[in-house]
């Protein structure tokens, strides 16, 4: 019966090619505006790692107090990074399982090969710890240890982007890279690595970057010799001494923090020694205001640092709105299609045809509208994702892209819409009198 009904669903959508036309044009459209701004939405607010992200956490701490908070941020949030003196504190006293400070640099590399000219790169000063923390995969080589962090070692781990770019791709652990007049020994290279949002510095990134992650080297290495930070810096006070290390001196926020806690014990645990951190400082006399830190987890941290644009939820819910006035557009056409068949169906029902037939024919013919318009609709949502860019910021519209999900999710709302948006349609036409359109006739 399917086929039967499938044959008759075609002959009727025939018979009236423009009805038709407008109809399919109408969900395609709407299909593709809510299928465009579902992908980016998609693409900006996604797990990163989401079989660990429960167990990351970013630390904050108030180190700035009430009125340092009133002349930043007014409100009751402790800065989003710290000051160095808080993240070597963390750092020496170790109470996670793995646990990272990290800065933003752009040191410039001297390429090996001398016909080519020195190149700037972006990259993290971080510890060791900060690879198997966020399970960084390794094409070769892998990151350093503890005893590297401790030694301040000049080794380097670069991208495979990059490695492509100075040694043509072959194994260059063991290799020397001159940074900003220094030589580092390179110790690994990076496979394919790189998350959206850019969930372990969200400070400096808002969590999206064009920018390309090309080397990572010890912090402590990075502090030694003088390597600025290249990302943002924030303060309550100016600091009173001058340069970089004025900086490590001062109150200004500029390290990004992330450490890995085994469950809710341990982050509890952890929270409970942040305060206490906090309280010892207090004591000698660092603080006088009450303690204020957080300890989020990462969801919840992408979420306080609003990494999804507030835009983007706006344009879904917009789409969406559209989607729905095109159903609503399309429930009328249907129904005044089925109802201008009201002797056919008549008939149909005096020759003994039950309702539940006359409900599945329908149903079937606002389906094949509903696939039809999903074939447009796949059409104009890669139209849609490919132009993006127009209204969206670059960094946020590469993200968006056309996948096989999203082609079968297209074609599967516009199917299901479609039948939804037949069903009042369907549910008049099965009402047909057959005595009144036989006496009628």
């Known amino acids: 019966m399917l ?4 044959d008759l669903a075609i002959r009727s959508l025939k018979r009236s090619p423009g009805l038709t036309l407008l109809m399919i044009l109408i969900v395609g459209f709407g299909v593709a505006a809510s299928m465009t701004s579902y992908s980016v939405f998609r693409a900006v607010s996604g797990d990163p790692i989401p079989w660990k992200s429960a167990r990351l956490f970013v630390p904050q701490i108030d180190m700035w107090g009430p009125k340092g908070r009133l002349d930043q941020t007014n409100n009751n949030e402790p800065p989003d990074a710290m000051d160095y ?14 646990q990272s400070a990290m800065y933003r640099v752009s040191p410039s590399v001297v390429p090996p090969d001398p016909t080519m000219h020195p190149i700037n790169v972006g990259g993290h000063a971080v510890y060791g710890e900060f690879f198997p923390m966020l399970d960084v995969p390794f094409k070769y080589g892998s990151g350093w240890n503890a005893d590297s962090d401790a030694q301040h070692a000049a080794v380097v781990v670069i ?3 990059l490695n492509q770019k100075l040694f043509a791709g072959a194994n260059s652990v063991g290799k020397t890279l001159n940074m900003d007049g220094k030589d580092y020994r390179v110790i690994g290279v990076l496979d394919n690595w790189n998350p959206k949002p850019v969930f372990y510095d969200v400070v400096n990134t808002g969590g999206f970057t064009t920018q390309q992650e090309d080397v990572f080297l010890p912090f402590t290495r990075a502090i030694d010799v003088g390597m600025p930070n290249d990302g943002n810096t924030n303060c309550s006070e100016i600091p009173k001494g001058s340069g970089f290390v004025g900086l490590q001196q001062s109150s200004c926020v500029w390290i990004s923090y992330m450490a890995e806690l085994d469950d809710k014990a341990a982050a509890a645990s952890y929270k409970d020694y942040l305060d206490g951190y ?5 004591s000698a006399g660092r603080f006088n205001w009450p303690v204020n830190n957080r300890l989020r987890d990462l969801p919840a941290w992408l979420e306080s640092e609003h990494v999804a644009p507030s835009d ?4 879904l819910v917009v789409a969406l709105g559209l989607l729905i006035v095109c159903l609503v557009n399309t429930a009328g056409l249907l129904l005044a299609k089925f109802l201008r068949r009201s ?16 409900y599945s024919q329908f149903l079937i013919e606002a389906a094949t509208v509903g696939l039809t318009g999903g074939v447009l609709g796949l059409l104009l949502t890669w139209v849609g994702v490919v132009g993006v ?26 199917v299901i819409s479609t039948m939804l948006a037949g069903l009042y349609p369907t ?6 009198q057959p005595a009144l359109q036989l006496k009628s006739n």
């Not at 906090?278 to 207090?282: A, G, P």
């Not at 983007?312 to 344009?315: D, F, I, L, N």
């Not at 549910?427 to 047909?432: D, K």
């Open 3 to 6: 086929g039967y009904y499938l």
């Open 85 to 98: 003196t808080d993240a070597v504190a963390l750092m020496k006293q170790h109470r996670a399982r793995n």
């Open 159 to 161: 991208s495979g982007k």
């Open 278 to 282: 906090f309280q010892d400082q207090k």
């Open 312 to 315: 983007t939820k706006v344009s």
């Open 343 to 358: 002797s056919e169906i008549g008939v149909r029902r005096a020759l003994g045809a039950p309702r539940l037939a006359i």
């Open 389 to 414: 860019g127009w209204v969206l910021p670059k960094e946020i519209a590469t993200l968006a892209h056309v996948d096989f999900s999203l082609l079968a999710l297209t074609l599967l709302v516009a």
């Open 427 to 432: 549910f008049r036409a099965s009402r047909v």
